[in-house]
């Protein structure tokens, strides 16, 4: 198997995560629960294709593959819930509500120190285009997802 599409998915899905962390870092947007699940699969697609480059292991790349097309999922999820579409499965997305029979000073006792993003607030990444960072996502990992799934079946037909 030639390493070089294993190596390049690699890159490509430690990009994402690494991209949406420097948003946040150097561009001041703030995560939600979705935004930051969506991360988790691109870090095993860029360990499994870093295995797959190793070991020449084009099941890798296809696992790798797979694992990028979780982190589309999770967007797709995450785009519905933006919409309105339906709500969103995690209770930490979920905006804070006051609860009857608590003083005032409970509630704010009870508040994390850093509010949590709601899920269905979607982030712009660039001011006037309506595509938020979970569309944005979405696309991305379609694309890498299927570039890998497509050079793993190529390898297949090579025999190599």
């Not at 946040?24 to 860029?46: D, I, M, N, T």
């Amino acid at each position: 198997m030639n390493r070089v599409p294993a190596l390049t998915i690699a890159v490509l899905a430690a990009v994402a995560p690494l991209f949406a962390l420097g948003t946040e870092r150097f561009v001041g947007l703030a995560p939600c629960a979705l935004c930051l699940w969506q991360r988790w699969p691109y870090w095993v697609a860029a360990a499994l294709a870093v295995l797959a480059a190793l070991t020449r292991g084009r099941w890798l790349l296809s696992l790798a593959g797979l694992a990028v097309l979780v982190s589309a999922g999770i967007a797709a999820l995450h785009i519905g819930v933006e919409q309105g579409w339906w709500p969103s499965p995690l209770p930490s997305c979920q905006a804070p509500t006051a609860t009857l029979g608590l003083s005032v000073d409970d509630m704010l006792k009870a508040m994390s120190a850093k509010p949590d993003k709601p899920c269905d607030a979607p982030s712009f990444l660039i001011p006037g285009l309506p595509v938020s960072m979970a569309q944005m996502n979405f696309v991305y990992a379609a694309v890498v997802g299927g570039l890998a799934l497509r050079w793993s079946v190529q390898q297949g037909r090579r025999g190599v």
